[in-house]
């Protein structure tokens, strides 16, 4: 059992940066892939990016590439997600996310055990 905790959303103008955090529970965390989504009003649940677990690479949705970085720090349990340049559209409520499932899967909600709470990021325009 992993339970997620998402934190640092808020209110932010459009071209800021903001920087969410996801602590888990549990002494497995390093066993598992951590991924992020969001979800707007009306809209479906959308892949932003993820840090796989076998082997350290990271994906991201091209909506977000070169704006939003993943990082992982195993020992603090604790996976981030760095957001700049941040645009009107990319508000949404942010969900962190955990899967045991390979790399090339890691972008469907459907494969992931595990989901924080979400955290509500408002941009600004």
């Known amino acids: 059992q992993v339970q997620l905790v998402e934190s640092g959303g808020g209110l932010v103008q459009a071209g800021g940066s903001l920087r969410l955090s996801c602590a888990a529970s549990?002494?497995?965390?390093?066993?598992?892939?951590m991924g992020w989504f969001r979800q707007a009003p009306g809209k479906e649940r959308e892949f932003v990016a993820v840090?796989?677990?076998?082997?350290?690479?990271?994906y991201y949705a091209d909506s977000v590439k070169g704006r939003f970085t993943i990082s992982r720090d195993n020992a603090k349990n604790t996976v981030y997600l760095q957001m700049n340049s941040l645009k009107p559209e990319d508000t949404a409520v942010y969900y962190c996310?955990?899967?045991?499932?390979?790399?090339?899967?890691?972008?469907?909600?459907?494969?992931?055990?595990?989901w924080g709470q979400g955290t509500q990021v408002t941009v600004s325009s």
């Open positions: 996310a955990a899967s045991t499932s390979s790399d090339y899967v890691l972008g469907e909600p459907e494969v992931y055990a595990y």
């Open positions: 840090f796989s677990r076998s082997n350290g690479n990271t």
């Open positions: 549990g002494r497995t965390f390093r066993n598992y892939a």
